[in-house]
């Protein structure tokens, strides 16, 4: 047998790869869809359920890598809009992939861009092709495809990265999301198509349907049969409110084949990610940690510590007792306020450390809840587990880095 | 005896107390004043020669201590002035003091506030008694005095405190040298009248007279009487150019006492730095490597390097070749480059972090050098014992946080 001939015949019986992301369940709850898992990529692994904490321009703001592991996050997350824009894909290529230009070994999961553009670009046209819009930098315009799309996340090199999807409004007629659904779905087939690195980098596909059930329940159907490696759920805290959230959830959420990761995208609060974990959700991003940390607004299991409150100037106790996050066993509230006060930046990166530390903390007493079989006791008796948006800023979209109900900004 | 009398005649008998900070000569240089020490203070001991980075508001901008520490950093310096005015020397006491504010449980030095009042504040009037002026902050009016600057010093518990001087600008007519030579002189004796904590803090004396040897003399000899813990050598760098500075420290050094640390305030570029260890000086401040660092000026033994220049755009090279730093062993110019283009606070902490780990590294190979009595040889050979300021920034006072040549605002 010639070589030529041998490696002929050895290319046709090779097995399928493996794709670059698996998910390993380690226990299902019986009380509730909650389950305990471990996602497998290229950089390692994370446990699920997982929050990752959002580094929107190739940074978590103002906070060093060995803090961001230091608070137990294990993935962290990239927007594609921001990067292909500044400094460019191609720059991150050549700098050597997004893991050596963020200094982040662990795993990384980029967005599509998408729900950028519709957010924050100024936006000139949407059709069957892509989006047209005007760069929020320069003014630019720029062109944003399906294979676009790909082209600049392969380049990026996330372990996890994501079908470019149209997200609308909640308040959107139904017959918007009917469009959308069929322009995601038919997207979801274009990035399959050019996703050049399905053994290094997991393409995930993204539910939309608004809160119609049908929709979603088509959405998901025919997204199931891609056979992606992971599923997300998009076009939920966009307004639309933290029951029909988990409405939504609750029916689309039994249809995602149990062997794949599921992702509620760019939620959000305490008690929206506990409800999201109790419907079977295993990933979660958002900015709220970080950027109500730059605001000085610190997440406690006690509610919302506003840091430059008056009250605080003498207060010698950490953020939140018995926190053991680097701001809460090394500062006072006090010389915290002083920091916003003198406009030092020492003051946002404390709160933004403290507050990925505190969703970390909240996501591994998940996670031992529910390996311990008393998630459901965890979920009525754990103070943290009703923290939700204050009066004032509940359920309105953030622009910027991931759709999520948003704090108000701080006086 | 009764035990009153005994207590009366055990008091009489106390040896007095021991200073709060001694400084121990490990090995004086045979061909330089340059000296080997350690400064040994309550919160612990530093080796000499030793740079000091600066945290005017409590905190080294932008770096956590943990990342201050590991650049080699062993004493700190804040600003009287600043805490004073935000948030108050009483908030800080309150707050435990100034090492638990800063979550610096090393030594700390504060300055007297009399540099920052002459070059930062709206001056009002200058008397005998001491100074008036309106707060940069809110256009209070203040009065500081020597008394005053003591209780402040005292209430932030630094380590090592200031006295009260006046720094005339290098050109100020000599009459006006005169005058400031014996208010220093006077508000010296007030100082040590006034402060409140010998056995705990250490008050350094101050040396001015510009650049007239005889005054410079006068007022070395002067303090000298006063028997104080430490001389610092102020008003250099403050315009008088390079040259002048050398001669200024030759003839001043020599005069003080062998066994106290010798502080040259507000200096400088390695270049004066390595000078003024030949002239026998153990400690320098300067704010160069943290305010350089925040606008991508980054020091490096072939010279600066400026991180926003477009070569540097796909440079995955280190700030510098051969640094330990946690910037250079994590982060690329590009990236860094990138996050100052981005707005990202990440590219002055990771660029303060790694021109003080520069200045550590530099000050720990002179410690080596006079160890191993090769210093001569190393200021000959070694490239960083030139660097000074570029032609477009040399010799101009720094407003802010200490006088030192400082480096241009970047474009």
Redesign the interface.
């Given at each position: 047998m010639s070589l030529c001939l041998y490696a002929a015949i050895s290319a046709t019986i090779r097995p399928p790869p493996m794709p670059a992301v698996t998910y390993e369940l380690l226990r299902a709850d019986r009380a509730s869809g909650a389950r305990l898992g471990r996602v497998h990529t290229p950089h390692g692994q994370f446990d699920t359920p997982a929050f990752m904490p959002v580094g929107t321009?190739?940074?978590i703001?103002?906070v060093?890598?060995?803090?961001v592991a230091a608070t137990g996050s294990q993935c962290i997350l990239a927007n594609t809009y921001?990067l292909m824009l500044?400094?460019g894909e191609k720059?991150v290529a050549?700098?050597?992939d997004l893991h050596?230009?963020?200094?982040w070994p662990g795993p990384i999961l980029t967005d599509s861009g998408g729900f950028q553009v519709f957010s924050l670009a100024d936006l000139n046209k949407i059709t069957d092709d892509g989006v047209t819009f005007k760069s929020h930098i320069d003014g630019s315009v720029v062109h944003l495809t399906p294979a676009r799309s790909m082209q600049v996340q392969n380049d990026l090199g996330a372990d996890i990265i994501m079908a470019f999807d149209e997200c609308p409004p909640a308040d959107a007629p139904l017959d918007y999301h009917m469009t959308a659904v069929e322009r995601t779905l038919r997207w979801a087939r274009l990035c399959i198509d050019a996703h050049a690195r399905p053994d290094r980098q997991a393409l995930f596909g993204i539910v939309q349907g608004g809160t119609d059930q049908r929709l979603r329940e088509r959405c998901a159907e025919q997204l199931i049969r891609m056979d992606l490696p992971g599923y997300a759920i998009g076009g939920l805290a966009v307004g639309e409110g933290f029951d029909s959230m988990r409405i939504v959830l609750g029916f689309v959420t039994p249809l995602l084949p149990a062997d794949k990761p599921r992702y509620l995208m760019g939620v959000g609060y305490p008690r929206d990610l506990v409800a999201a974990v109790r419907e079977g959700v295993d990933m979660f991003d958002c900015v709220l940690p970080t950027r109500n940390g730059r605001n000085a607004y610190a997440f406690t299991a006690r509610g919302a510590v506003r840091l430059r409150n008056a009250k605080y100037?003498?207060d010698?106790g950490p953020i939140e007792d018995g926190c053991d996050c680097?701001a809460c066993r090394?500062?006072?509230r006090?010389?915290i306020?002083?920091?916003f006060?003198?406009g030092?930046?020492?003051g946002?990166?404390?709160v933004s450390v403290h507050n990925i530390r505190f969703y970390q903390r909240f996501m591994a007493d998940i996670r031992r809840a529910i390996a311990g079989g008393v998630f459901d006791d965890f979920c009525r008796s754990d103070p943290r587990c009703s923290l939700g948006p204050t009066e004032e800023g509940s359920g309105f979209r953030v622009q910027g880095s991931g759709n999520a109900t948003a704090s108000p900004p701080e006086p």
């Open positions: 321009q190739g940074t703001k103002g060093l890598p060995d803090h921001h500044r400094p720059v050549d700098l050597g050596r230009f963020m200094a100037q003498r010698t680097y090394h500062f006072t006090g010389a306020r002083h920091y006060f003198a030092e930046m020492l946002p990166v404390l």
